[in-house]
């Protein structure tokens, strides 16, 4: 089969379509002729040599996937040889096909294109683990998600608003704030002209919010803290600013907050397939009422690794960034 190789630690053009061995399958496991992936912020790091494969995963890079079965490992009985599913990876989304354990492969949302399918694993599984699972956001509360734009913003923006939540969230650009009020954002932030501790603090009476979803780490730690409401929860996603600051801890005691962090891809299996289930349960009918709907800003050919990948690392784009064996 046909897969993107990172043929060395570096930029974009590492990236490169090689003829390698097909997966083999293991008990429990469904292999997947795939139809399109989608790119993560965690891919860019994988290529550059900072995050690298969990022991036992493909050495390709690729979290999500959507395709077709076709076999299925000793033990697997819901999924047969032609069903069409999306699935979260530990990797090895960028093959022509990946062996993926059962229990973290998912139906196609009713409504969604099989390629279109391909966005939604990683972005849903982290967001609902994440806000939802750990955070316990609820109908009648605030949450802030920084990024909104961002694959992980636009589902989390849908996702909140669906389920009766006030969303803010902050980006860089007007186009961008613009996306994020059509599919639901009441409050949109420009980072890089207003303070958005300030906004927050206007918008709700001087409170707060009261979930805070943040990928930027270092720069925005203790300005997400004093952008919480009391009984506030903050949720570390990444640290694209860096993973060290300075931070004044009186406010964490004052206010109640509970801060936590977590990624998905070092969870186990049991851990990854508790989380799918809970997606299928609650994500995938606001999916198949068309409450939540994909936002995929551009398809590429696996050819066209390097390009997809400056295109991420650009941030010019909006929503997810697929890519086409």
Known sequence: MKA????????????????VENPRIADGEVLIKVAATALN???????????????????????????????????????????????????????????????????????????????????ACTVWSTVYMMCNLAAGETFLVHGGSSGIGTFAIQLAKHRGVRVFVTAGGEEKLAVCKDIGADVCINYKTEDFVARVKDETGGKGVDVILDSIGASYFQRNLESLNMDGRLFLLGFQTGAVTQVNLASIFAKRIKVQGAGLRTRTPENKATIVSEVEKNVWPAIAAGKVKPVIFKSFPFSDAAEAHRLMESSHHIGKILLIP
Do not use: H, M, N
Not at 4 to 17: A, F, K, N, R, Y
Not at 51 to 75: I, M, N, Q
């Open 4 to 19: 993107v190789v990172i043929t060395s630690p570096g930029g974009p053009e590492v990236l490169q379509v090689q003829e």
């Open 41 to 123: 912020r965690a891919d860019t790091l994988q290529r550059q040599g900072k995050y690298p494969p969990p022991a036992g995963a493909s050495p390709y890079p690729g979290l999500e996937c959507s395709g077709t079965v076709e076999a299925v490992g000793k033990g697997v009985s819901r999924w047969k040889i032609g069903d069409q599913v999306c699935a979260l990876l530990s990797g090895g989304g960028y093959a022509e096909k990946v062996a993926v354990p059962a229990g973290q492969v998912l139906p196609i949302p009713e409504g969604i294109s099989l390629v279109d399918a391909a966005s939604f694993p990683e972005v």
